[in-house]
Protein backbone atom coordinates (compact mmCIF):
# COMPACT_ATOMS: atom_id res chain seq x y z
CA UNK A 1 0.00 0.00 0.00
CA UNK A 2 1.47 3.69 -0.96
CA UNK A 3 0.12 6.51 0.22
CA UNK A 4 0.35 10.16 -1.52
CA UNK A 5 0.39 13.16 0.15
CA UNK A 6 0.46 16.83 -1.89
CA UNK A 7 1.65 19.95 -0.82
CA UNK A 8 2.29 23.40 -2.61
CA UNK A 9 -0.91 24.47 -4.15
CA UNK A 10 -2.11 27.62 -3.89
CA UNK A 11 -3.77 31.07 -5.43
CA UNK A 12 -0.87 32.51 -7.82
CA UNK A 13 -1.00 35.72 -10.85
CA UNK A 14 -0.93 34.94 -14.15
CA UNK A 15 2.68 34.83 -15.20
CA UNK A 16 3.99 32.95 -11.24
CA UNK A 17 5.33 29.74 -10.56
CA UNK A 18 4.58 26.88 -8.18
CA UNK A 19 6.38 24.08 -7.17
CA UNK A 20 4.10 20.92 -6.16
CA UNK A 21 5.77 17.88 -3.68
CA UNK A 22 4.11 15.01 -3.45
CA UNK A 23 5.29 12.47 -0.35
CA UNK A 24 4.96 8.94 -0.74
CA UNK A 25 5.18 6.06 1.65
CA UNK A 26 6.29 3.18 1.41
CA UNK A 27 9.61 1.20 0.71
CA UNK A 28 8.98 0.37 -2.96
CA UNK A 29 8.50 4.57 -4.23
CA UNK A 30 11.84 3.95 -6.36
CA UNK A 31 9.81 1.18 -8.74
CA UNK A 32 6.53 3.21 -9.16
CA UNK A 33 6.11 5.46 -12.46
CA UNK A 34 4.49 8.40 -11.04
CA UNK A 35 2.21 10.84 -12.53
CA UNK A 36 0.72 14.42 -12.00
CA UNK A 37 -2.49 14.39 -13.10
CA UNK A 38 -5.25 17.99 -13.24
CA UNK A 39 -8.73 17.88 -13.09
CA UNK A 40 -10.31 21.65 -13.77
CA UNK A 41 -14.41 22.04 -13.09
CA UNK A 42 -16.69 20.18 -14.77
CA UNK A 43 -13.96 18.33 -16.86
CA UNK A 44 -12.32 15.00 -16.76
CA UNK A 45 -9.19 14.20 -14.90
CA UNK A 46 -6.05 14.24 -17.73
CA UNK A 47 -2.06 13.60 -17.05
CA UNK A 48 -0.22 16.59 -16.77
CA UNK A 49 3.10 14.70 -16.67
CA UNK A 50 4.58 11.60 -16.24
CA UNK A 51 8.41 10.20 -14.64
CA UNK A 52 9.33 6.61 -14.93
CA UNK A 53 10.86 4.77 -11.87
CA UNK A 54 14.23 5.42 -12.42
CA UNK A 55 13.60 9.32 -13.46
CA UNK A 56 15.59 8.59 -16.49
CA UNK A 57 12.19 9.35 -18.98
CA UNK A 58 9.57 11.86 -18.45
CA UNK A 59 5.93 12.70 -20.18
CA UNK A 60 4.35 16.39 -20.69
CA UNK A 61 1.02 16.84 -21.97
CA UNK A 62 1.41 19.42 -25.08
CA UNK A 63 -0.25 22.11 -23.46
CA UNK A 64 2.58 22.33 -20.62
CA UNK A 65 6.00 21.57 -22.36
CA UNK A 66 8.12 23.88 -21.57
CA UNK A 67 6.49 25.57 -19.00
CA UNK A 68 6.77 22.55 -16.31
CA UNK A 69 9.21 20.12 -14.96
CA UNK A 70 7.95 16.82 -13.25
CA UNK A 71 10.99 15.18 -11.26
CA UNK A 72 11.48 12.73 -8.36
CA UNK A 73 14.17 11.99 -5.51
CA UNK A 74 13.90 8.28 -4.78
CA UNK A 75 15.99 8.78 -1.39
CA UNK A 76 13.16 11.05 -0.09
CA UNK A 77 10.27 9.40 -2.05
CA UNK A 78 8.88 12.32 -3.20
CA UNK A 79 8.11 13.64 -6.36
CA UNK A 80 7.87 17.07 -7.72
CA UNK A 81 5.96 19.51 -9.93
CA UNK A 82 7.78 22.46 -10.69
CA UNK A 83 5.36 24.85 -12.58
CA UNK A 84 6.07 28.55 -14.20
CA UNK A 85 4.65 30.46 -16.67
CA UNK A 86 0.89 29.69 -15.48
CA UNK A 87 -2.05 30.65 -16.84
CA UNK A 88 -5.48 30.86 -16.41
CA UNK A 89 -6.62 27.20 -17.98
CA UNK A 90 -4.33 25.65 -15.34
CA UNK A 91 -6.16 26.36 -12.37
CA UNK A 92 -7.28 22.46 -11.45
CA UNK A 93 -7.40 20.27 -8.84
CA UNK A 94 -3.90 18.73 -9.19
CA UNK A 95 -3.55 15.11 -7.96
CA UNK A 96 0.12 13.06 -7.74
CA UNK A 97 -0.49 9.57 -8.93
CA UNK A 98 1.27 5.95 -8.68
CA UNK A 99 1.25 2.99 -10.65
CA UNK A 100 1.84 0.13 -9.04
CA UNK A 101 0.77 -2.13 -12.36
CA UNK A 102 3.96 -0.95 -14.12
CA UNK A 103 6.09 -0.98 -10.76
CA UNK A 104 9.19 -3.64 -10.84
CA UNK A 105 9.00 -3.37 -14.80
CA UNK A 106 10.80 -1.41 -17.72
CA UNK A 107 12.29 1.57 -15.67
CA UNK A 108 12.19 3.97 -19.12
CA UNK A 109 8.12 2.92 -19.02
CA UNK A 110 5.74 6.04 -18.13
CA UNK A 111 2.06 4.65 -18.27
CA UNK A 112 -0.16 7.76 -19.41
CA UNK A 113 -3.59 6.77 -18.68
CA UNK A 114 -5.64 7.59 -15.59
CA UNK A 115 -6.12 3.69 -15.36
CA UNK A 116 -2.43 2.52 -14.95
CA UNK A 117 -2.63 4.42 -11.95
CA UNK A 118 -3.34 2.43 -8.81
CA UNK A 119 -2.69 5.18 -6.01
CA UNK A 120 -3.79 8.34 -5.53
CA UNK A 121 -3.27 11.84 -3.29
CA UNK A 122 -6.24 13.65 -2.11
CA UNK A 123 -5.68 16.66 -4.71
CA UNK A 124 -3.92 20.03 -4.43
CA UNK A 125 -5.92 23.11 -5.45
CA UNK A 126 -4.12 25.55 -7.70
CA UNK A 127 -5.90 28.93 -8.38
CA UNK A 128 -4.54 31.21 -11.16
CA UNK A 129 -5.68 34.40 -11.25
CA UNK A 130 -5.59 36.74 -14.44
Known amino acids: QVQLVESGGGLVQAGGSLRLSCQAS????????MAWFRQAPGKERVIVAGISSSGGSTYYEDSVKGRFTISRDNAKNTVYLQMNSLNYEDTAVYYC???????????????????????WGQGTQVTVSS
Open 26 to 33: GRTFSSYP
Open 97 to 119: AASAQYAFGDITYIPRTRTAYDY
